[in-house]
């Protein structure tokens, strides 16, 4: 359990505005991906489709689930590889996602937990260490820039 993603980004929005982002369908589409199913319930889908015209279970994170939440505060959800990394993508990681107000921003901490040991882990691990950079800068940017048009 000490292995773990960490990271944290300032995004110039309002609470409410960010949570929406990461806990509606519409609000990923804005940053995280072209679409999704999200039920924001313990055991609601929390699937985030990177490529939502593919074949079932290559098209995203069919089949995460969200954990628990706590309304503009935490949100956390099992997480899975990409197709590319089969064994992996077999098991389950979670994701906690932190919200705090800070005024004209919003403080959003992420940690990715769950990791276990092998070289397909590894690689999954320095993936993920690489893409939720991505994806909390791509947050920002939405709200700098506007929505990501993903067409």
Known sequence: MDKKICKEINVPASLSDVWNAFTTVEGIKTFFAPGGKIELKPGGCYE????????????GSEGCVVLSFIPERMLSFTWNAPPEFPN???ERTWVVLEF??????????????GWKEGKEWNEVYAYFDRA??????????????GPIKWE
């Open 48 to 59: 985030i489709y990177f490529y939502p015209p593919g074949h079932e279970g290559n098209r």
């Open 88 to 90: 992996v993508r077999k």
């Open 100 to 113: 705090e107000d800070l005024g004209n921003t919003v403080l959003v901490k992420l940690t990715h937990l």
């Open 132 to 145: 939720w950079d991505v994806v909390l800068t791509r947050l920002k940017r939405r709200f700098e820039e």
